[in-house]
T-cell receptor, first 113, second 118 residues
Framework: AQSVTQLGSHVSVSEGALVLLRCNYS??????LFWYVQYPNQGLQLLLK??????LVKGINGFEAEFKKSETSFHLTKPSAHMSDAAEYFC???????????FGKGNQVVVIP | EAGVVQSPRYKIIEKKQPVAFWCNPI?????LYWYRQNLGQGPELLIR????????DSQLPKDRFSAERLKGVDSTLKIQPAELGDSAVYLC????????????????FGPGTRLTVL
């Protein structure tokens, strides 16, 4: 079974500073990896996904993530935080051959002006 | 293009009462998912449909939960009777599997139904 670990439920970042959200995965098969964002009272929206092409994946809103097999990681970054980035972020994994997404517990990002 | 539609958005019921949630997926999406999201947690899959067939319902508590997807489009998730621990947000998502199996395909989520059981 696949799983992901996100540490630190709440992350505070100053406006203009680097956003870094960590995600480590566990999978017995080559995984597909995803980052989703959830704004208050809204559904989840896909930021980016890794499907075994380039290891550095660029997504929407200036976010990117790098797949590192040796570290079993898929950390999400954005060079400069904006107030609109305040939301909850979820890392998720699925195994090839099944559509079951396993989500992490999420990171609530607070952007400080 | 319309997104995934869910209703109601909010529901408050007393324990032991029945409740139902409705989902209309994105047009053309053959795969439909129901997730439960507890407070402070990520979503957890309850059931997945491929067209009208439930292909993954291993996480659905079948003693009180049921779901259907008639004609492979809309879906209803029911709880009867509801318990205090069922308070959560119930999310519906859909995706198009195509011919590749769909494991890497984006799932599009609705806004969810927030259920409060008193």
């Amino acid at each position: 079974a696949q799983s992901v670990t996100q540490l630190g439920s709440h992350v505070s970042v100053s406006e203009g500073a680097l956003v870094l959200l960590r995600c480590n995965y566990s999978s017995s098969v080559p995984p597909y990896l995803f980052w989703y964002v959830q704004y208050p009272n809204q559904g989840l929206q896909l930021l980016l996904k890794y499907t075994s092409a380039a290891t550095l994946v660029k997504g929407i809103n200036g976010f990117e993530a790098e797949f590192k097999k040796s570290e079993t990681s898929f950390h999400l970054t954005k060079p400069s935080a904006h107030m609109s980035d305040a939301a909850e972020y979820f890392c998720a994994v699925s195994g090839r051959g099944n559509n079951r997404l396993a989500f992490g517990k999420g990171n609530q990002v607070v952007v400080i002006p | 293009e319309a997104g995934v539609v869910q209703s109601p958005r909010y529901k408050i019921i007393e324990k032991k009462q029945p409740v139902a949630f409705w989902c209309n997926p994105i047009s053309g999406h053959n795969t439909l998912y129901w997730y439960r999201q507890n407070l402070g947690q990520g979503p957890e899959l309850l059931i997945r449909y491929e067209n009208e067939e439930a292909v993954d319902d291993s996480q659905l508590p079948k003693d009180r939960f049921s779901a259907e997807r008639l004609k492979g489009v809309d879906s209803t998730l029911k709880i009867q009777p509801a318990e205090l621990g069922d308070s959560a947000v119930y999310l519906c998502a859909s995706s198009y599997a195509g011919t590749s199996g769909g494991a890497s395909n984006e799932q599009f989520f609705g806004p969810g139904t927030r259920l409060t059981v008193l």
